[in-house]
């Protein structure tokens, strides 16, 4: 692209902007807020390898928690720190649960709000310009065709506006719902694939049938033919 082709670019875009009223403000700082609310949430639900990962891949993690991914090994550390029983595990899984997951839901509603947001200020400046063009009409003079054009040309690029700010927003948000949704469904995961990891360990909760309490209760079950 050349220069003067830029220059033109730019040029329109100023002219767009000015064109559009005090609504195209109001856009502006809404987009910037949409935008960096979509960013970061999509930065911090990154988890496409985790997704990926094997029961085995998983088991190594709980196993060795220094080779799991750097994401998800202090909530692995927190969940096996200290604990004597299942329920414990049980436990820190639902503190984690509490402190991811409703985070990422409160951005998603946030998200949601400024998306839905975007047209309606869109449909404000529509409204503003048309009755800037009703009361050219009702006046009269000489510059009314002017005033009228003006009017009809705010209440255009304002609409356009408000839907082009909009799109981009509601596709983040759509991403966002979907990574929450097997972000949850991994800490689940994880979640069973510790129970049973640590599951042997834990004679309280759980018992573990050795050889010898297999042979026992056999010899309980068998009816005693002895006659007293």
Known sequence: MSEADANSVISQMVH???????VMIALAVLGFLMY?????????????????????DIRGWIASPESAPSRIREIIRYSQDSVRSLRDVEGRFREVEALKVPEVDRRLTSLGVMVV??????LLGTVLGMLLTFKAIGVGGSSVSEVVAKGISEALVATQTGLTVALPGWMAAFLAKRWRAEYASFLARLES??????RPRFHGM???FTRADFAESKRAAKPNLTPS
């Open 16 to 22: 767009t902007w000015s064109t559009g009223g005090w």
């Open 36 to 56: 960096a609310t979509a960013a970061h949430l999509l930065l911090s639900l990154y988890h496409r390898g985790l997704k990926k990962a094997t029961d085995n």
């Open 117 to 122: 947001a975007a047209p309606l200020f869109g």
């Open 193 to 198: 694939i510790t129970l049973r990891y640590f």
């Open 206 to 208: 759980t018992r573990v």
